[in-house]
Each structure stands twice: as C-alpha cells, then as structure tokens.
C-alpha cells in the first residue's frame, strides 16, 4: 500500500457485501496509522477478497494487465489423467473460455508464476507425487471467501475425473494484485504437488504446504523478476506467517481436524469488523509452526513427503506421522527439533493437533502496536478475542459473549491506572481492545503486564512485555523481546537472557520480568535456530535456569520463557465414580486423548450451568487446566498427564453464572479464605468478601459412596463442604454473579495482592455502548486527575481501524478520551457506518458515583433528556453517520 | 483542550441549569417510545422475504432488508404482532409478549415461519422434581409463564415443517426467581400443531447441594407413589450391570458406556417389564420413564 494511504473496509447498501476504498487515514493522528499498520496485516486479506468487490471487477471488464509472457494453453478435453503413480511434473491447463477461464494477463501470470517456481519447488518441496495435468479454473464468482483468503483450493478429482486448481482473482479496485496471486498460487502448487497425497488433517498438511510456500517465496529468484519482493513479503505476513508471535498463539482453541468449519466454508465474512471465525489464524500458526521444522532442517519437506507418497496408508495417526517425522531428522542427520523429539515437539503445538472437540473455545490474540509512538505511551497492544463453539459434525458457531479482562501487575496486584477496566465485547466471534500500559508504577522500565481473558468457562493468558518494544523514547522495534514467568521476585537477583545463534551471543537485560533487545546483526534478520538461555545473578553468583531451544523465522521474535514450568501431573483415578481436576494445563484437548484411550469408553461429564446438565465427554469441552470432571473408571490407575503451565504464579479459572466444577490448578493444597474472586472491573474480592453477591458459601468436594453391590465401586456419593483444597482436587462452586466470575488460585509463592501498586486518583468514566441486532461498539469517556484536556498517550485511546462495521467515537476519533478531573463536559459522540433503517441501541453506563446526573442529546431527533446512571436510548438510523452528545455534571 | 474550552463556556448555564434541577426536571417524559427487534424466518434464519408487518395497536410498519424494525409504542405496551406471509401461503400472526415498556426497548429476535405450533412443557425444580409456577419460559420470541401446575403453553411458536432442524435449534430460555436462569432446546418437533417438549428443570440459586452425580440413562418410574422404592435393574445382554432404588423423587439414573441395555422397574408384584434403551455414544443421554404394572 502506498505510504500516506489506508486501505479501508465501508459497507456498501447491502448487509452482506462489503467493498474497498483506497482513502486517507480514519483519524488524523498517528495512532490510528500505527494500529492500522499493526491490524491490516489481518484485515488486508478480507478487504481484497470479498464476493462484491471481486464480483465488481468481474462486472468491470479485465483486469489491468501485468504480465503478458507467452503461455501454452491446454484446450479444454485435451488433457487426460495418467495413471502414472509416484513422482513426476505436473502441467497446468487453463480454459481459454467460459466463466472458468481466466484474464490473459491473469492467466499469463500464474503460469509465469509456475514456470519460474517449479525448480525451487522441486527443491524444497520434492517431485509431484504424481504427474499430469492440472486445472487451473476461475472459481473467483463461486469461492468462498474464507478459501479465497487461505489461498485457492486444490481437487484432486473435481468430480470430472480431473485434478484441478480453484483460485480466485486477487485484486483490489485498482487492478489485479500480483503477488498476491503469485504467494497463493505457489500455495495451490504446492497442494497438487501433493496430488492424491495429503496429510490426513489441516494442521500437517496445510501447514507443511504453507510453510514450504513462504520458504520458496522467501527465496531470492524464486518468483519472477517482475513482482516486488517487499510486497511479497507482506503477503506472507499478512496472511502466511505468524512465526515471529507463535507463542502468544499457541493456544488449545486452534486445535482441530480442519481449519474453516464446514457450514463456515461458504458462508460470507460477517459485517461488523468479525474476521469470520478462526480460520486465518489457523493457517497462519500451522505454516508458522512447520517453518520451525522447516527452518532447522530445509531439506525436511522433501524428505518427509517422498517416504509419506511411498506408503502414506502408513501414516494416517498422529504417532504414526511423528515416527515418519522422527526417521526423517534421523535421515537429515539430526534427532531433534527445537531441543525435543518430534513426537514432544508435535505435542506441544495445539495446531497440530486434530482432535474434533465440541464445546465453547476462546482464542485470544495479542499484537504489539510497534512505530510511531509519542506521549507517555508504554506498551501499547491490540487484543483479540475470538469465542466461537464447535459442534460434533464440526460445524462452527460465532458467538456473542462479553469479557472483562484482568490485567496484572509483575506481582500480580491488579492495575488500578486507566485502560484497565476495559471490555471486549464479542460480535460474531470476534471483539478487540486496545489497552495501554503506562510507564508509571516503574518509572518507565519495561515489565510484565499479565492479561487474564475470561470469556464464560473459557480464559486464556498472556503474558506481555510492556515497554519492552518500543515506546515513545526509543521507538526503534526490538528484535527479540517477552516475558520471563517463573522467577519469584527478590531485591539483589538480576536476570539477563541470552540469544544464541551460531557463535553469537547476544545478552539482553531483564527488568521487571520482561525484556528487549535491539540486534543490529543483519544475521539474525533472517530464520535461525535459537538458543535461549535466561540466567540470574545473585550475590555474584550466576546461574542459568532456562534454557530454551527456538527456530525463528524472519524478523523480530516474541517469546515467553516459562522458568521451572509445570510439565504435567499424575492424574489419579480410583474404581468407580470420583471427581478429577485438571491440575495443569494439558496438551491434550479431550479426556480420551488424555488417558489414551478408546472415545467409546472413557466416562468423563463436566456440569454445563447455562444448560443445568452434565455434558459428557468428548462432548464436553475442550480440556483446560483448572477445570473439574466427574470421571468413572472400571478399575484404577495413575494417568501421567503432558501439561504447560507458569509456576509462581497465581492461576485464574473463569467460572459461569450456577455451579461450576473446578480445581485447584495450584502444586500445593490453598484454603478457601485464600481464593480471590473479580467481576468484570472490579478489585479482587477475598471468598468472605465475595460470598453472597458474588458466590455461595460453600464449595463441595465429591465423596465417593461404599461400593456398588452390583459393580463392587462406589457408583454414587455425597458432597461435603470443605475449606481446604488439596493440589488438584476438583470442587464444586457456585456462582451467583450473572455476569460470572474469575476465581484465582494463589499459593504462598505466588499470591495475588489486592491492592492496587498506585492509589486510585479521582476520576470518573461512562462507557456508551451501541449495539444493533447483529453488531455493536463502544467508546469510553470520563475525567481523570492527572489526565489533560490534550490527548494523553497514557490515558487517551484512538480509535482502532480496520473495523469495518458499525463506528462509534469520541469526538473525532477517540475510543477512550479521558480529561482533566473537574468541571463540567461535553462528549460528541460519532457514530459511523450506520444502516438505514436499522435499530440501534445505545447504552450510557456511569462507572462512578462521582458523576452520575447527565444531558443526554440526538439532534437528528430533537431528543433532549436528562439522565441518571445507566440508561439506553434507541433510535433508527435515516443517514449512515449520526452524532449525539453526552453533557456532564460536575464530578464530586 | 481548546474544543472542551469552547463548549463548557457554551453550556455553563444549562449545565448548572441541569445541576440545580436534580437531574430530571428539565425536560417532560414522552408518551409512546422506540420498539425494536429484528425478525427471523426460521426456515432458513434469514429476514422474512417479503418483509413482515408488526404492529402495534393500529401502527404498522414493514420489516427492513434485514429482518430489523423500530416502531414507536405507547407506554406500557406489551405485545406486538408481525403478520407474515410465507411463500404460497396466507398470512400469519405471530403474537409476542413481553413486559410494559417504559423506555425505548429492544425486544431482540422474534422467529416467524410457514407454520405454528403449540409448545407445551413444565418447569420443574431440578433437585426435588416439583413443579414451578410462575417460570418464565421463551422460545423463537414467544414467551409464556408456567400456571400453578407449573405447566406452559407457548401458542404459535414458528415451526417449518420442510427444515425441522431448525426447530430443534430455536434457543429457548427459562427462569424463575431464586433460580439459574438456563437455556434450553427443543427435542422434539411439532406434530399435528403441537410439540410437548420435556421438562426444563432449573437449579435452585440459594442453598441446596451441588447438581449430583451424572447419569446418561436416567427417568422416573411412574405411577406415584408406587414408584417410589422400587428397585430398577440395567441389564446388558441379560447380565445385570447396575441396580438402584428409587427415592421419594421416584428418579432412577445410571452412569454407563455404550450399548444396547434393557431397564426393568420392580416393586412387589409390580413390574415395568424389561424397557430398551440403546446407547450409541459416551455423549449420548437418554431419559426413558418407566411404568409399573
């Protein structure tokens, strides 16, 4: 995109279509251009991609033409399928009419694309698995638009006996995007390389295919000469590799057989700012994760595939393809990678793992806002939540939910400074939040912000580096920065990380758990295996306490480096009925891939309270460390679960509205007066504190019966209230709060302070939440002391773009606009992209009782009232922008 | 900030105006508000195509591209009506309550079909079973309140008999004071204009024990009370594989792996006979009551 541009989502007359404007900026200042920068690598795959703006260019005439090299072009009936079997060239035919054919020029470049690839795919990639001829037919009309942005679809047998490429034309309303089309074709290339081979699921094929893709676009020559390598490059960032914040990312809801849900695949791309569902992270983190593999042994994609081609009925279990992957490091000379067998290292990627588990899944995605910065900002980042349910065919719903996240200081006391009482609000399985971390409580040195996402039963962490990337006074990228989780704070301790590549050691400082490096070594720009190792210094003695072996891609590296981390339990199951805690978080997503056994005869139910049932396992959600089963065995055992989760640290467990079995996820026993309880922005409550409006009294512990006459185990039991809980026990809670509640663990090592790190100064917000039946948006306002009438960096939030869907602002362009403490205010509210004749409600909640009392004013309606805490106001929209205006009282 | 400079100066006056009136003396209340909702056609979950009509008293107005409409209402108002016209059919009126407005409302989505049906039910107490009156119940935006004998009617629920699926997928909602609210789906699709779905029961939100122990097969032995204490076997290929007896509740439950089991209720010279119940999956549940005789 050209500098000083934005490219912009606006909904068109219909609901369902969107279109793309090249326009100037969505706000004037800065920001807004440095989230955009940060954001568009997602959006800037659906903006080119949609059913109107590709059905507009088809209505429009050809395409701009870019390459005009000769091609041959096979006639449609001259091809046939060999039935030649093992490696062999491939040759691509085009229609040359008809609604499947292609523009010349479009044409012309794939085959281009094709012909100048085909050795560097050979190379990295191997021979075809079979020859022939391949199709290659303009599916641009009929595509899904989630296809269209994963890059084409390969057939194998198109239903005519053929093997076909499905791909559609990638442009924008000026022309045809070149190398996009190239990236994605060599994509598709890659697929019918595979032919009638493919990995058995998503994760391992897609991901290997994916991750050969951006190796051989990465590769200099590789593509013709007439694409640009820099735009190129950003193809694959925006839609190929999400390598360089794998670890934020390696979350259990990317696990799955198949990447875009069946009844998703041809469903559009929702309004609203929704990216749809999960699918794009999905091939993201796949191709991103088979470039580690990729990285440490270039040869391995070759390799892998001719002995999978040779007998690939052989392979079609998880364990059986990381034996395939385990013989072929031994091939490449290797017997490792990353430091771990393959098998360990499979395991520990949630991408790879195929298991179809029904239920509710939360998947939150951090990205660091990098240029540009100015003002206090410190640590800004975009958060992404994405909450969707799988259901047993497969089938994906996009959910509506609400969250409260918790942000955490570096000694886990709850940050009371602005941007901290924020809410996602969830539309179409998607919601975001653009926080911003203030340097204040450390005098502006980096440290740890840990994010607690609780969304229903479902809560993810991370753990960001705040400060630690850039911030306003040294606004240059670091190239390796994150968080060190583990490591109990002490006075005279001093940690360092280092990076190793080859011989180069870079050390890099370590404050307040989080740290970045600047490395100028044009070496490390590129892909490299990594060894980390982070040490801590202590009465002049220094010890490493982590080492970590990382294969990075190209460009900067984020990581969370767990010190002494849970690797797993002993889940101990006794004859009979019991209740189980998962004490840690697994590796595993389902109970039977957990005890390795057959679905069929695991028994493992879990209280569902929005539905007052038992849901049964497999149908009863994904495993997650924190959560209570009732399981029932035949015979008794001690199950040795993988697991991945920070020691020394408070553990959260978000908990539903009725009752809900949980565990201490903690390795020693907590009493009940120790567990702290928050509601959406509220301070930690103590369980005393929180018993009545938030919880009941009690919590449960099961205890099994006498044994069954008939079946000679306890088959039943009873309940007893308990104030103690030993490590891992499961209980039952229940939670009287409707909007639910986060439930936090902490050991003597590792507990939560409830006190804020800096006294609250006066202050007052208002949240407005607009909503409509399918969409919604928020903006908060209020004072705060401290704060300016000016824009604060450390207090003001613009508006993040790339939501394309319904708008609402603070006067021009603010998300948050926080001003100085007193005195009397207006606040103009803009909203955007409304549609006609379409009901939308705006909701006015006072977060203080320091200003409660406001004028409330819609102009287009000649609407006046005078309001008092929350209130909503509806109206049906006649233009597409309107702006209303809240008028405050004098805060007390 | 110079724009907040520029507006207090503007509105000191009203501000203090609006200080010193407490807040809710400076304008007068209107009469009638904004009702909104978005209608839904439930054979296909898209807006009625053409656009339905809701009504308030004699007010009309005609649904958007969207399935979305606003209407103004007197206050108090508790109801509309969307006549909608199905493909090749004739009008229907779909009637939904809700509760007396006193400000703009939206009533969220309100589901219309080819068809209507009665959906009947009870709402029961999950621990103890008794019946609740008073609860209640919504499904497809038609809402009704369980009588005394905790029994509720929802009268022309939207029903396709082309698309029965998505019947079973309407989302239905159920509450009561001093209960967790809980949703809920139908199990069975309409038959010859009405649908009796089972019982919802819901967890009482004070007191009370933990839900229990999970049962995949479980029911009640009828008649009362000669169901209560009767022993109820599960046999699996003639071997009896678990054994319980009833409570005063009259609910028996068992906890098993697949397969295709029989259930026999016995209580003195009374017996139900040996009831199938094939069980295809760890996820499966199957509720079968059983009758002695």
Known sequence: MAAGMALCLSPLASATTLTVENTAGRSTSSRDQLIESTVKRFTSNLEILTSKERLALAQAGRPVPIVTAPVRVLLPGLASRPNFRGAGDITLAFENSGGRAFDPAYQALLQSVFNTVRTRLNLTFGLPSEGGTVWVRNYDADMGDRDAVAGGIYLDNNGNSEREIRFPVYADGIGIKPEVAAVNFVHTLLLAYQGNKRLPWDGWDEGLVRAATMRICRTPGALPATLDSESVEGVLQGSYDLGGLYDWNNQRALSGPVFIAPNLRNAQLPVGGSVGGLYLLRYMMSGSAWQKVLVEYPAFASEFLADYYANSSAYQSVSQLSALGQSTLATLGGSTLEGKSFAQ?????????????????????????????????????????????????????????????????????????????????????????????????????????????PVEDQLERLSLPSGSIATASSPDPREVYGTITGVLPATNQTLTVEVQYGSTIQTIPVQNFAFGGQITDTAFEGSLPLTIRVKRTASSSTTTILTRRVNKGPGPIALVLNVDERTGFDLVLNPGVQMVGIAADPLAVRMDEALAEPVNQVQASRWNPLLALFEFSPNSGQLRGGHGYFVKRETGSTVPIAASQPSNQPISVALRQGWNIVCNPLPSSVSKSTLQLVTESNFPSTYAEATGPIVGPDIFRFVPGAPDVVTGFPETGNFTSISGIQAGEAFFIKVLSPTGATLVFGDAQG???????????????????????????????????????????????????????????????????????????????????????????????????????????????????????????????NARTRSMTVETERPR | MRRVALLIALLGAMMLALVGCGGGGGTTGPTSFELSG??????????????????????????????????????????????????????????????????????????????????????????????????????????????????????????????????LALEGRAGRAGYFPRIFFPDVTPSGGTATLSDVLLQPDSGGAPPGTPFNIEGFVNPSPDGVGAVVELRLGGTLVRQVTTGANRKYGFWVVPGNYTVTATKGTLTSGPVPVNLTSPAETIRRDVTLL
Do not use: C
């Open chain 1, 751 to 877: 507990r939560p302070n409830r006190l804020p790190s800096v006294a609250p100064p006066p202050q007052w917000t208002m949240k407005a939440h607009l909503t409509s039946a399918v969409d919604g948006a928020d903006v908060v306002f209020g004072q705060l002391q401290g704060a300016t009438n000016g824009t604060d960096r450390a207090y003001d939030i613009e508006s993040p773009p790339g939501n394309a869907g319904l708008g609402l602002r603070v006067g021009a362009s603010f998300y948050r606009d926080t001003r100085a403490w007193g005195g009397q205010a207006s606040y103009s509210l803009s909203l955007s992209n409304l549609k006609l004749g379409r009901s939308y409600t705006i909701r006015l909640t006072p977060q203080t009782t320091r200003m409660t009392r406001y004028r409330f004013r819609d102009p287009a309606r000649r609407y006046v009232r005078d309001f008092q805490g929350e209130q909503t106001y509806t109206f049906t929209a």
């Open chain 1, 345 to 453: 290292w499979a395991r520990g990627q949630f991408i790879l793992n195929p298991t179809l588990t029904p239920g509710i899944k939360l998947q939150v995605q951090p990205f660091p806002i990098l240029d540009g910065l100015g003002g206090s900002d410190f640590g800004v980042f975009a958060i992404q939540a994405h909450f969707f349910q799988t259901l047993p065919n497969g089938d994906e719903s996009l959910l509506r939910a609400t969250s409260y996240p918790i942000y955490w200081s570096p000694d886990f006391t709850r940050f009371f400074a602005s941007a901290q009482d924020d809410r996602i609000d969830i539309v179409q399985a998607y919601g975001n939040v653009v926080p911003n971390f203030p340097g204040t409580p450390f005098d502006s040195q980096p440290y740890r912000v840990t994010v607690d996402v």
């Open chain 2, 38 to 167: 978005l209608v839904e056609n439930i054979s296909n979950g898209g807006a009625p195509t053409p656009g339905a009509t809701v009504q308030v008293g004699s007010s009309t107005v005609t649904t958007a591209s969207d399935g979305s409409f606003a209407i103004q209402a007197p206050t108090g108002t508790n109801f509309v009506l969307v006549i909608y016209t199905p493909p090749g059919g004739g009008p229907l009126t779909f009637r939904f309550d809700f509760a007396g407005i006193t400000d703009d409302t939206n009533v969220g989505k309100l589901v219309v079909g080819p068809q209507q049906a009665n959906v009947t039910g009870a709402v029961r107490d999950q621990q103890d079973n008794s019946l609740l009156a008073g609860a209640t119940v919504t499904l497809g935006g038609i809402r009704a309140t369980t009588g005394a004998n905790g029994i509720y009617i929802l009268s022309g629920v939207a029903y396709d008999p082309a698309t029965p699926a998505t019947f």
